[in-house]
């Protein structure tokens, strides 16, 4: 089935250090997104990518770093800068960077920073 | 920049019941989409409903339906026959409509729906 993985479920470092996200699909996306959740807020956009080897800032990418190597891969790294990395982080792509294409979702990975 | 507004952080229905769900938002422009996700305990986000600005008639997916009020700037969400599974976090999301450009999906802060059996 297609969908798109984030790995892993739960994620524990220390503060200082960096961390990265995994973000894969297999739906065939062109765009591809990363969101940031907190309780109250929403989701609030850090990163997102149209194309591979491309990639625009969203509303909270101080700290934050991506790549798009490929098409099928997103990772994310959250980096010592990232203030308040603590939070609840959810991929997503879409068939194109189109208003009307719908975003699907991964299942999120929960980062806490101690 | 758009801003999209939950003004019920929390809802309650009785299952078999009818519920609705708020959602107003801020825009100068015309043509854009709106959608409505729901966020279950899994924490994955799963579309429920779209809404195409230019289209007056209100989209309807089962028990899922929507109230837009292009004019009043408001998009609500009623469920019939509520459904224990239907419990969940749900959030209202805008999107500029755009050929070129990837516009960013902005979404309110969500809407805990509990459903008591």
């Known amino acids: 089935d297609g969908g798109i993985t984030q790995s892993p479920k739960y994620l524990f470092r220390k503060e200082g250090q960096n961390v990265t996200l995994s973000c894969e699909q297999n739906l065939n996306h062109d765009a591809m997104y990363w969101y940031r959740q907190d309780p109250g807020q929403g989701l609030r956009l850090i990163y997102y990518s149209q194309i591979v080897n491309d990639f625009q800032k969203g509303d909270i990418a101080e700290g934050y770093s991506v790549s798009r190597e490929k098409k099928e891969s997103f990772p994310l790294t959250v980096t010592s800068a990232q203030k308040n990395p603590t939070a609840f982080y959810l991929c997503?792509?879409?068939?194109?960077?189109?208003?009307?294409?719908?975003?699907?979702f991964g299942n999120g990975t929960r980062l806490t920073v101690t | 920049a758009q801003t999209v507004t939950q003004s019920q952080p929390e809802m309650s229905v009785q299952e078999a019941e009818t519920v609705t769900l708020s959602c107003t938002y801020d825009?100068?422009?015309?043509?854009?989409?709106l959608f409505w996700y729901k966020q279950p305990p899994s924490r994955q986000m799963i579309l429920v409903i779209r809404?195409?600005?230019?289209?007056?008639q209100n989209a309807t997916e089962n028990r899922f339906s929507v109230n837009f009020q292009k004019a009043a700037k408001s998009f609500s969400l009623k469920i019939s026959d509520s459904q224990l599974g239907d419990a969940a976090m749900y959030f209202c999301?805008?999107?500029?409509?755009?050929?070129?450009?990837?516009?960013?999906?902005?979404f309110g802060a969500g809407t805990r729906l509990t459903v008591k059996p």
């Open positions: 825009t100068s422009e015309s043509d854009y989409y």
């Open positions: 999301a805008y999107r500029e409509f755009s050929f070129f450009d990837n516009n960013d999906m902005r």
């Open positions: 997503a792509s879409s068939i194109g960077p189109g208003a009307d294409s719908p975003l699907h």
């Open positions: 809404q195409e600005a230019y289209k007056q």
